[in-house]
């Protein structure tokens, strides 16, 4: 009979991200005994010789070795949440913790939580961004919970985090299911900032006609400056990838696949009345770059202009960047404004989103550093770019990301992202829309009535025959 040592921690799904936090954590003094269905996930470990890593045959054994009250973290798709969970509700315990540290819906969490705690089994939420890299060396992690749980899981995810300035990037950062919220939120704003990228991108490829190589310099360039990112770094790296002879850029397919977190993002914005077009037009290029039989069809039926009308449309560096960080704000923001109307149910807390956001995470960036500071400033801004800093940076920036849209439509460049996030801020700061228009044609149809100017507090109806 083999006897174990009790471990600190378990781990069920031991694929490249869990395998990843599972070592991270051994490798940093816990205890962990780790399970998967796939026992060929056992062989990479296995050979990291790890004395902190015990590899379980079932989840009978896996619960065995684990020290009471059981800490569990989850790695697995979240199709798969519920049937992991019915395996292991016979064998829990009153008070152990499963946390699930996949990319979940929020609201399936909050009925996780709900029916495990009947049983007194605590269910729990957590964002983990970084990819295998940050799973593996530190991690932005978005715990959602009670502040008694918390306490007991933080000395774990202190040590999977990231640390900038010394502050390890993890945090609470709400009650009930707001890890999973503000990790949708996260991966909402990682599209727009991917998509806006790629518009840029595309006009250097169309407008400046540069080279791969070189459109790689200028985003290593810019990676000295305001737009230093995660996203601007791995871009220039792409860019730079050669497969013998070839660039490989060129041999991969336009077609942008999605898990699925952008959309739930955007559904939800939609119940919320929240706007978020920059988001929304990432997401829908993704299912427009997918639909490759409608795409070869208007290829054809109305092809693009031969000789497009290039007058006042000449572009700079300066202006390519400036339009770059603009968009980046604004998505920055659009994200932020959706997590406030979500604060209230959630007790979300902005700078600590913010704070865990400064390192490890996809969307890491300066721009998250300027944000930072703006909720230190003011912890309840309902929009970023109301912030004095940042709105003097949107209006250094605002007068590019106009250009930059005016000539990629004269040249037919689809620049969905880029021209949602500039009538976003257009909207924004207009003093009066002309939805007023629309308000009388809902009237005029249905009887719905208008609110008048000219009689505050008066809601009335035309008799428009």
Same mark, same amino acid.
């Given at each position: %009979?083999?006897?174990?040592?009790?471990?600190?921690?378990?781990?069920?799904?031991?694929?490249?991200?869990?395998?990843?936090?599972?070592?991270?954590?051994?490798?940093?003094?816990?205890?962990?005994?780790?399970?998967?269905?796939?026992?060929?996930?056992?062989?990479?470990?296995?050979?990291?010789?790890?004395?902190?890593?015990?590899?379980?045959?079932?989840?009978?054994?896996?619960?065995?070795?684990?020290?009471? $009250?059981?800490?569990?973290?989850?790695?697995? &798709?979240?199709?798969?949440?519920?049937?992991?969970? *019915?395996?292991?509700?016979?064998?829990?315990?009153?008070?152990?913790?499963?946390?699930?540290?996949?990319?979940?819906?929020?609201?399936?969490?909050?009925?996780?939580?709900?029916?495990?705690? +009947?049983?007194?089994?605590?269910?729990?939420?957590?964002?983990?961004?970084?990819?295998?890299?940050?799973?593996?060396?530190?991690?932005?992690?978005?715990?959602?919970?009670?502040?008694?749980?918390?306490?007991?899981?933080?000395?774990?995810?202190?040590?999977?985090?990231?640390?900038?300035?010394?502050?390890?990037?993890?945090?609470?950062?709400?009650?009930?299911?707001?890890?999973?919220?503000?990790? %949708?939120?996260?991966?909402?704003?990682?599209?727009?900032?991917?998509?806006?990228?790629?518009?840029?991108?595309?006009?250097?490829?169309?407008?400046?006609?540069?080279?791969?190589?070189?459109?790689?310099?200028?985003?290593?360039?810019?990676?000295?400056?305001?737009?230093?990112?995660?996203?601007?770094?791995?871009?220039?790296?792409?860019? +730079?990838?050669?497969?013998?002879?070839?660039?490989?850029?060129?041999?991969?397919?336009?077609?942008?696949?999605?898990?699925?977190?952008?959309?739930? %993002?955007?559904?939800?914005?939609?119940?919320?009345? @929240?706007?978020?077009?920059? =988001?929304?037009?990432?997401?829908?290029?993704?299912? =427009?770059?997918?639909?490759?039989?409608?795409?070869?069809?208007?290829?054809?039926?109305?092809?693009?202009?031969?000789?497009?009308?290039?007058?006042?449309?000449?572009?700079?560096?300066?202006? %390519?960047?400036?339009?770059?960080?603009?968009?980046?704000?604004?998505?920055?923001?659009?994200?932020?404004?959706?997590?406030?109307?979500?604060? *209230?149910?959630?007790?979300?807390?902005?700078?600590?989103?913010?704070?865990?956001?400064?390192?490890?995470?996809?969307?890491?960036?300066?721009?998250?550093?300027?944000?930072?500071?703006?909720?230190?400033?003011?912890?309840?801004?309902?929009?970023?770019?109301?912030? $004095?800093? =940042?709105?003097?940076?949107?209006?250094?920036?605002? &007068?590019?990301?106009?250009?930059?849209?005016?000539?990629?439509?004269?040249?037919?460049?689809?620049?969905?992202?880029?021209?949602?996030?500039?009538?976003?801020?257009?909207?924004?700061? @207009?003093?009066?829309?002309?939805?007023?228009?629309?308000?009388?044609?809902?009237?005029?149809?249905?009887?719905?009535?208008?609110?008048?100017?000219?009689? $505050?507090?008066?809601?009335?109806?035309?008799?428009?025959?």
């Amino acid at each position: %009979m083999i006897f174990y040592m009790l471990a600190d921690i378990g781990i069920i799904g031991l694929g490249v991200i869990g395998g990843s936090f599972t070592l991270n954590l051994s490798e940093r003094g816990f205890l962990c005994a780790g399970y998967d269905e796939d026992k060929s996930k056992y062989e990479y470990l296995a050979h990291e010789n790890n004395s902190n890593l015990q590899l379980a045959e079932t989840i009978e054994s896996l619960l065995s070795q684990i020290k009471k $009250p059981r800490k569990i973290f989850l790695f697995v &798709p979240s199709d798969t949440v519920d049937h992991v969970i *019915k395996s292991l509700k016979p064998l829990l315990s009153k008070n152990d913790i499963l946390i699930d540290s996949g990319n979940s819906h929020f609201l399936e969490t909050e009925r996780r939580i709900s029916e495990l705690a +009947k049983d007194g089994i605590n269910f729990v939420g957590i964002g983990i961004s970084g990819g295998i890299q940050g799973a593996r060396k530190g991690a932005s992690i978005m715990f959602g919970g009670d502040e008694q749980t918390y306490e007991i899981l933080k000395p774990f995810l202190e040590a999977a985090s990231a640390k900038v300035d010394g502050e390890s990037c993890q945090a609470r950062v709400g009650n009930g299911a707001a890890g999973h919220f503000v990790k %949708m939120a996260h991966n909402g704003i990682e599209y727009a900032l991917m998509q806006s990228i790629a518009e840029i991108y595309a006009v250097f490829k169309n407008s400046f006609n540069l080279t791969n190589s070189e459109i790689a310099d200028i985003f290593q360039d810019w990676n000295n400056r305001a737009l230093n990112s995660y996203l601007i770094e791995i871009s220039s790296k792409v860019l +730079k990838r050669r497969e013998n002879s070839t660039e490989l850029i060129e041999l991969i397919s336009d077609a942008a696949e999605q898990k699925g977190t952008g959309k739930w %993002m955007v559904q939800t914005a939609l119940q919320f009345g @929240t706007p978020i077009p920059s =988001i929304e037009a990432a997401v829908c290029m993704r299912f =427009i770059s997918s639909s490759e039989k409608t795409r070869k069809i208007l290829v054809n039926a109305i092809p693009q202009q031969k000789n497009p009308d290039l007058n006042s449309c000449s572009l700079s560096l300066e202006n %390519m960047e400036k339009a770059l960080l603009a968009a980046f704000l604004i998505s920055y923001a659009e994200g932020f404004e959706f997590i406030f109307k979500g604060a *209230k149910h959630y007790e979300c807390n902005l700078q600590k989103i913010a704070a865990t956001w400064r390192g490890g995470c996809i969307i890491r960036s300066q721009i998250v550093e300027y944000i930072y500071k703006a909720f230190q400033r003011k912890s309840d801004l309902e929009n970023l770019l109301a912030d $004095p800093e =940042i709105a003097s940076l949107m209006m250094e920036s605002l &007068p590019s990301l106009k250009k930059v849209c005016v000539a990629a439509i004269a040249r037919d460049i689809p620049v969905m992202a880029l021209s949602a996030a500039l009538n976003y801020i257009n909207a924004y700061r @207009t003093s009066r829309l002309p939805t007023n228009l629309i308000q009388a044609q809902r009237d005029f149809f249905g009887r719905h009535g208008y609110r008048r100017i000219d009689k $505050p507090g008066i809601f009335s109806n035309m008799d428009w025959s």
